[in-house]
């Protein structure tokens, strides 16, 4: 069994689409900007907020809407309740579980740290991650192994001793750039082939599986 499990946020620990959603929309109806539907939201995540900004926006990504938006949306959401983000069922019982057979704990997630921080504390508080990576002004986010490169220094494992858990195309490119094994996970928000990638050492469809999984790894 691995040493160390770096997970994803986004799709994988927690369900937040719906409060991402809903508050870029409420940033465009402010802004005069079309409002999209769930399905749009779910094929432009995973990139960090300026790319899933210039997304969204399509042949209006100037610079200066991409900044417009991307302030309106980080002041709706900072303030926004986010009642519908939670942990994924069965997700607390994993990271319990293998907190318990003594497996390092991460988060490389293109959320910021102190979002992250929030719903951790708030839902898992009694999960002790050794580190937490989200978006480096001055380093490229994921699929870039930086964040990733960075856990496992600090973890002082090896790549052979580290797996990535994630929901999307994004997650499997990351492992792949750091050169670690990957697991998909089918209940996030990976869309088109995804789960046809031959990269990942498994795809899972439920906690037990995953738990299996990374037990077998």
């Given at each position: 069994?691995?040493?160390?499990?770096?997970?994803?946020?986004?799709?994988?620990?927690?369900?937040?689409?719906?409060?991402?959603?809903?508050?870029?929309?409420?940033?465009?109806?402010?802004?005069?900007?079309?409002?999209?539907?769930?399905?749009?939201?779910?094929?432009?995540?995973?990139?960090?907020?300026?790319?899933?900004?210039?997304?969204?926006?399509?042949?209006?990504?100037?610079?200066?809407?991409?900044?417009l938006v991307k302030n309106t949306y980080e002041e709706i959401?900072?303030?926004?309740?986010?009642?519908?983000?939670?942990?994924?069922?069965?997700?607390?019982?994993?990271?319990?579980?293998?907190?318990?057979?003594?497996?390092?704990?991460?988060?490389?997630?293109?959320?910021?740290?102190?979002?992250?921080?929030?719903?951790?504390?708030?839902?898992?508080?009694?999960?002790?991650?050794?580190?937490?990576?989200?978006?480096?002004?001055?380093?490229?986010?994921?699929?870039?192994?930086?964040?990733?490169?960075?856990?496992?220094?600090?973890?002082?494992?090896?790549?052979?001793?580290?797996?990535?858990?994630?929901?999307?195309?994004?997650?499997?490119?990351?492992?792949?750039?750091?050169?670690?094994?990957?697991?998909?996970?089918?209940?996030?928000?990976?869309?088109?082939?995804?789960?046809?990638?031959?990269?990942?050492?498994?795809?899972?469809?439920d906690k037990d599986e995953l738990l299996k999984s990374i037990?077998?790894?």
């Open positions: 069994m691995k040493k160390l499990c770096i997970f994803d946020f986004d799709g994988t620990l927690f369900d937040s689409l719906t409060d991402v959603a809903k508050c870029f929309n409420k940033s465009f109806e402010i802004l005069g900007f079309e409002q999209l539907d769930l399905d749009f939201y779910i094929k432009s995540l995973g990139g960090n907020i300026y790319e899933i900004t210039s997304l969204i926006l399509k042949d209006k990504n100037t610079h200066e809407n991409i900044e959401y900072s303030n926004d309740l986010k009642e519908n983000t939670r942990l994924f069922n069965g997700m607390l019982e994993v990271l319990e579980q293998l907190q318990e057979e003594n497996i390092i704990l991460a988060i490389n997630s293109n959320r910021s740290y102190d979002s992250i921080s929030y719903f951790i504390n708030k839902y898992a508080p009694d999960i002790d991650f050794i580190d937490i990576q989200g978006p480096v002004p001055t380093k490229a986010s994921k699929p870039d192994p930086y964040g990733v490169n960075t856990i496992i220094k600090k973890a002082n494992v090896t790549k052979e001793e580290t797996l990535y858990i994630g929901d999307s195309a994004t997650d499997i490119q990351t492992a792949k750039n750091a050169g670690i094994d990957c697991i998909l996970v089918t209940w996030g928000y990976g869309v088109g082939d995804v789960y046809e990638d031959e990269y990942p050492v498994a795809i899972v469809n037990k077998n790894s």
